[in-house]
């Protein structure tokens, strides 16, 4: 007589190799996830996707008159449009990811009170939509800023990099911010304010020389502890032929700042996972 089909259940925190596994099997479902919240986000708007190529422009537009017009900003021999296109292109996509990773189990509680699928779908399905994103504002600087820049394996090699640190740092961060706001749901109105704050604190639209010119040499390190300092050097150096970078001219704390923030953030999301939806 044949064995009838038995689940396990066990109390014990799954492997990292598990975990993977389960996140491959759920692609389909995290994909769906993208699709939705893309389909979403330019519902019912006259302009629908094409915000994704305004937002961009009107936040260039203001960039221009406060750090050019009004601060004359240093942006290292670079045109100010470039200069500052260049690092809207991640801003843009780590604020997504952290903004809407963060918010994302508590918009969900009342579909994860009711079934199961593995949590960080939710949170890591984001990146997907930021990416559409990021392509609509690479176009717009690979037509303004084509003259200005120095496209190369260099490039490339730095562009990539700095895409892989974005994400595992505005990931690592919504993890974190994802699980705590499960249980303490304050830190939904502090995450605007966060963002904002980086956003200001990040060279996007002036050279990262306004901080290292004003702080001591051995605080300097401390300045990485924004991601977006380690990122945007990463890309602009060789896009601009601001330096030549080798290996041991890497920003190497921001590197590793960033794969420490999604190594924690996973781990502590995994830990909070078993308890998410009576919390919620």
């Known amino acids: 007589m044949a064995k009838s089909p038995s689940l396990e259940i066990s109390a014990k925190g ?7 596994n389960e996140l491959w099997q759920y692609r389909g479902l995290g994909i769906s996830f993208a699709k939705r919240d893309f389909q979403v986000r330019y519902a019912q708007t006259f302009l629908g996707p094409l915000w994704a190529l305004l937002q961009p422009l009107l936040s260039l537009g203001v960039l221009y008159l406060v750090f050019q017009k009004a601060l004359n900003a240093n942006t ?18 780590f604020n997504f990811n952290l903004s809407q990773g963060s918010a994302s189990l508590i918009q969900a509680r009342g579909m994860l009170q009711k079934i199961y699928f593995p949590r960080l779908l939710l949170v890591l399905s984001k990146s997907l939509v930021a990416l559409v994103d990021l392509l609509f504002v690479l176009l717009i600087f690979l037509f303004v800023a084509f003259a200005d820049a120095h496209f190369s394996f260099a490039t490339l090699a730095g562009f990539l990099g700095a895409l892989i640190l ?4 505005s990931q690592g961060l919504a993890l974190w911010f994802a699980a705590l706001s499960v249980r ?4 939904q109105q502090l995450i605007p304010f966060i963002s904002q704050m980086l956003f200001f604190l990040s060279p996007i639209a002036y050279s ?3 901080w290292t010119e004003s702080i001591p040499l051995k605080y300097q390190d401390l300045l990485y502890l924004n991601p977006m300092m ?20 890497l920003p190497w704390w921001g590197i590793i700042w960033c794969f420490s923030l999604f190594i924690s953030g996973w781990i502590y999301f995994q830990k909070s ?8």
């Open 14 to 20: 799954s492997s990292l190799r598990k975990q993977v």
């Open 208 to 210: 990262p020389d306004l």
């Open 230 to 249: 380690g990122i945007l050097e990463m890309w602009r150096a060789p896009l601009f032929e601001l330096e030549n970078l080798t290996l041991s001219d």
């Open 76 to 93: 290292e021999g670079v045109p100010f449009i470039s200069y500052t296109l260049s690092g809207l292109i991640f801003w843009g996509f």
């Open 166 to 169: 974005s994400l595992l740092a």
């Open 184 to 187: 303490f749901r304050d830190l």
């Open 273 to 280: 996972e078993r308890k998410m939806a009576d919390l919620l």
